[in-house]
């Protein structure tokens, strides 16, 4: 198993309500990468924070945000909630910089609005 | 057309069979990741490669740079190999980029 946990494992969520999903990344990674899977689909990138600062973000709209901690864990806060926001969310640490890196990927938290 | 793309989307297999699951991407890369994913949604990463060729038991994982194509191989397959399996180039500027997967199903 890796070190990074999510949390929630599954959650339920209305139309219109926010959401808020945890990360703890693996020790010794700076970096937190957060990724939507649809049923199906492969994981689709939404942002990346490095040192607390967003440092990066795909085709996400803006009420999709994020926080980085001092100890580097991060939150992924979603609002308005669509129901096409359902979806496996992924997070995978890493530490870049180091030559060869790798990514280590949490379990997902597992949303659903209805 | 996406960066990373996967061949076949969906694969079937008898137990025993050998199994190559392609990956070609378009985009500069420092890295390429071999990962799995069973029912429920856990990742595991099973190779990260920059160059040649990797071996962790039943799997070998390729990768050729100048082709921009790697190759994930299962030996002797199980049923319990039955997943899905992402390609997933780490670009550049540390980003990561996915494939969408190929299902496997390995039947006695």
């Known amino acids: 198993e890796t070190g990074v946990t999510q949390s929630p494992t599954h959650l339920i969520k209305t139309r219109g309500q926010q959401v808020t999903l945890r990360c703890s990344s693996q020790s010794g990674h700076n970096t937190v990468s957060w990724y939507q899977q649809a049923l199906g689909q492969g994981p689709q990138f939404i942002f990346q924070y490095y040192r607390e600062e967003e440092n990066g973000r795909g085709n996400f709209p803006p009420r999709f945000s994020g926080l980085q901690f001092p100890n580097y864990s991060s939150e992924l806060n979603v609002n308005a909630l669509e129901l096409d926001d359902s979806a496996l969310y992924l997070c995978?640490?890493?530490?870049?910089?180091?030559?060869?890196?790798?990514?280590?990927f949490g379990q997902g938290t597992r949303l659903t609005v209805v | 057309k996406n960066e990373v793309e996967q061949s076949p989307q969906n694969l079937t297999a008898q137990e025993g069979e050998f199994i190559t699951i392609n990956c070609s991407y378009s985009?500069?890369?420092?890295?390429l990741h071999w990962l799995q994913q069973h029912p429920g949604g856990g990742i595991v990463s099973l190779f990260m490669l920059s160059s040649g060729k990797k071996k962790h038991g039943r799997l070998i994982a390729t990768i050729n740079i100048q082709e921009k194509h790697s190759s994930l191989h299962i030996t002797a397959s199980h049923p319990r190999d039955s997943a899905v399996y992402i390609c997933?180039?780490?670009?550049?500027?540390?980003?990561?980029?996915f494939g969408t997967g190929t299902r496997l199903q390995v039947f006695p």
């Open positions: 995978a640490s890493s530490s870049p910089g180091t030559g060869l890196t790798e990514a280590f």
């Open positions: 985009v500069g890369i420092s890295a």
């Open positions: 997933a180039v780490r670009t550049n500027t540390d980003k990561l980029i």
